[in-house]
Structure formats: C-alpha cells, structure tokens
C-alpha cells in the first residue's frame, strides 16, 4: 500500500515539474509564421532552455523569448530537468513581385456612379487604410468619376478637391448628379448647435474641425461646394469640442456640433453620459497573456472598474458588453451614440506583430483618430502614467473603429502589453485594474475641470 501512494505522489509531482513551462504564444507547435522573427511567450516555474539557452524570466516567471526565422522549416527545442518540447516553425520564401505598379487612367467621358452601402467611406487617396478618410457616405450618394487608380475611382469634388471611392462601393447610374440646395434651418437647443440643409438629392460632404467649424457640400447646382463656416469657440466660448455629427434624414442633410458641456468644477463628472466599450468578448478573445488570460476578459474587468468608478463620480454610465458577449465593432459605435454618450472609451490590452520584441515595448498607449480627442487622449494618458508607474507609450493617431466616431470624444486605451512579461504580471492583478481606471476617471475630471483652458 506505501508502495503504491509513493507511486502516486511520484506521478503527480512529476506531472507538475513536466507542466511547469507554458507556452502561450506561438499557439501551437507547428506553424508557420511569415516574418524574419518571432516570439515565444508564456511563463514558468523553474529555469528552462531554447536551443541550449537560458530564457530569462521575471520574478514571477513570465517570459517574452525572441528568436530568429530563417526561410523553411526552424526547429526550437524547449527543454527543463524533466522533459523536452518540438516546435516546428516554417518561414515562407519571400514572394516575388513581377507585375507593374497601378497607374492613374483618366477617363475620356467622366461617368456617374451611386454609393451602393449605408457606410461608403470617401478618402483622400486611393488606398484602404490610414488616415485618409474625407467623410462617410450613405447609401444614395450620386457622385461624378473622372478616372480610376487601385481599384478607387476619382471622385470630382470641385476644381481644387478630390476624393476617392472603392469601385465595389458605387453601382453606374445615368442621372445628373447635381442637386438643389433649398435653403437651411438653424436649431438652437441646450445640446447641439443645429443646421438642417434641404436638398433633393443626396450629395457628398467633407466637415472639418476646429475653432471655426467648415461643412462643405459638394454637387450644388450653381454653389459647389456650398460652404458654411461656424465660429465655434466664438459661439461657445470653449476652445474644446465635444462631438459633431453629419448625416442625411432622406434628403435632408442635419449637421450637429455638441456644445461644451456645462460641469460643476467641484463634480465635474456629475451627469456626464460616458460609453464604456470593454473590448472584444465572445468568440473573439484578442491577445492572450503571458499567464494565459484572455485580453477580452481582462477588458471586462477593468471596464466594470472603471464604471463603478465613473458612477461613483455620478457620470451616467453606459457599457457596450456587460458580460462575455461579442458585439460588432458598428453595434457598438451605434449603440454609445444612441445613449447620447458624450465620450466614448475602448478600454484594449496591448500586443505585437511577429518581427516586435515584447521586452522593447511596454506601458500605456491611447489611440484617436480625430483632432478633438487628441488634447483628451493627452489628459487621460499623464494621469495613467503618472498614478500607475506604467511607461508612456504614447498617444498616436489610428484609423480604428471605436475611434472614428464624431459624436463623442472617443479614444482607445492600450492599459498595457499582455505579452510584455512585467506588464502582464500588473494587467492580471485586481490592485491594478481598480488604480487603472481611477486613474482614468481623474483624467476624465481634469479634462472636463479645465475644458475652457
């Protein structure tokens, strides 16, 4: 019988010291990875080897190893005092480009063409990606090509503007594509700065921030563009602002500009509408870091903090998934704007692609997209680094969903690494999450304490 519990306390000891390393990252141990270097990513209880090197690890086990791909099969061998592990890492041969780059072909008769999407985007360039977004058209929009590039048609805006359409985005149409402008009405309510414009045909738009605010209307007959400029920070006194909004209501094109918040200095969150987006959930589980935890889970917790933290303040709180649940990158930009939420936060965890060293990149990052948020995104971010001792990785300008609204001050954080093994170890503790989102919440006070500065 003694023979038999030796037996058995051998085996389960054994078992642990076999189970001590974990990989998370690459996620299996054959595959094939197409970049110059990658990353193995995890943690473990006692000292192991890659190819016959130590792989350092910080006091609480987690690892961030880079290693080297050449073309073809890479074979890394993990190995501790007990057992042994194959990875099987193939590297693709460089693909060869043997086509001509895409010129520009200008057509000899210009043709019309009708957005065929709810969400066509109009850009500045005929590339799919960037910080190149003119407007966002809806479904209906005539609009004149004079030549195509990319797989994008040239759009005549006006004899100095120009923009571009996806060709899968437009169907051909014959109609004329200029429109009658009837005149506008202008709304003055507690919220928003109001102008209705009456046209009988959908036509493309360009709005530009700043302190005097541009909206341009491109296809009036006899006026194109049509211009309106309003003197924001005239009108409301604030330099900073809050969330526009432009759209069309059948023919009718209603431009929004949200007034500057009126905030108690002593409570300056008290009855402020703020989304609270915890990203990813569901099928969809982001990063996963060095201790295994999902990115969407850790988003959670820290966006149920952050909530409690915003109420506590009494902002009016609303969060786009409450449970492990997906929601849609749209649905979820949809539904902050119909709670009318003044801003909008993504709360993400950090991750690299292959050819990045997750010991090289660390800390807190914040991503906007429109100018407007940017002097938010700066608030919030020397608050993070400041409360939280977390490296300052910047605040950077990216074409990301969450980001691209205009109807509220709407910014993603990166609160940190999950496959930076410091950052990992913080982004796990509960401590963490609940000085993480106070520290959000005091750069929210801030910003709106001092938004006439």
């Keep these: 019988m003694k023979r038999v519990i030796l037996f058995l306390v051998m085996f389960l000891l054994s078992g642990l010291v076999c189970g001590a390393v974990e990989v998370v990252y690459p996620r299996a141990q054959n595959v094939t990875i197409n970049s110059g270097s990658t990353f193995f990513v995890g943690n473990s209880d006692s000292e192991f080897k890659i190819n016959g090197q130590t792989v350092p690890r910080n006091n609480k086990g987690a690892f961030a190893y880079v290693v080297k791909l050449n073309v073809g099969e890479n074979v890394f061998t993990l190995e501790d005092s007990v057992k042994k592990q194959i990875y099987k890492i193939t590297r693709p041969a460089p693909k060869t480009y043997s086509g001509t780059p895409s010129k520009q072909i200008d057509f000899t008769d210009y043709k019309t063409v009708m957005t065929a999407g709810d969400t066509v985007p109009m850009r500045s360039t005929p590339v799919d990606a960037g910080i190149n977004r003119l407007s966002v058209l809806p479904y209906g929009v005539m609009l004149t090509a004079s030549g195509e590039k990319n797989g994008f048609y040239k759009i005549i805006l006006d004899n100095q503007d120009a923009g571009w359409i996806a060709k899968h985005s437009v169907v051909d149409i014959k109609e004329n594509p200029a429109a009658n402008l009837k005149g506008y009405d202008y709304i003055d309510t507690d919220e928003f700065y109001t102008f209705v414009f009456h046209l009988d045909k ?233 000085a993480a989102a106070h520290a959000i919440a005091d750069g929210i006070e801030k910003f709106l304490k001092y938004q006439d500065e």
């Design 202 to 434: 959908k036509v493309p738009f360009v709005i530009e921030e700043g302190s005097t605010m541009v909206l341009k209307l491109y296809n009036v007959k006899d006026n194109s563009p049509y211009t309106m400029e309003f003197p924001y920070a005239e009108a409301s006194g604030s330099k900073k602002l809050y969330g526009y909004s432009g759209e069309f209501i059948g023919n009718d094109f209603i431009w929004k500009i949200r007034k500057p918040l009126k905030t108690d200095k002593k409570h300056p969150l008290k009855g402020v509408k703020i989304a609270v987006d915890a990203g990813h959930g569901g099928h969809e589980c982001g990063a996963i870091s060095c201790f295994g935890e999902k990115e969407k889970d850790i988003n959670l917790l820290i966006s149920k903090d952050l909530r409690t933290e915003l109420k506590k303040r009494g902002a009016d709180v609303y969060m786009t998934r409450t449970h492990d649940t997906y929601h849609g990158l749209k649905e979820r930009v949809t539904s902050a704007n119909e709670q009318n939420s003044v801003i909008l936060i993504s709360i993400h965890g950090n991750a690299l692609p292959d050819n990045l060293d997750p010991n090289k990149n660390s800390g807190t990052s914040i991503f906007y997209y429109y100018d407007m948020a940017k002097p938010f995104a700066d608030c919030i971010l020397k608050e993070m680094t400041t409360q939280l001792g977390m490296n300052n990785d910047k605040v950077r300008q990216a074409s990301l969903a969450l980001v691209r609204n205009t109807n509220a001050l709407s910014i993603l954080i990166e609160v940190g690494y999950l496959i930076n093994p410091d950052d990992s170890v913080l982004l796990r503790e509960s401590d963490f999450q609940k």
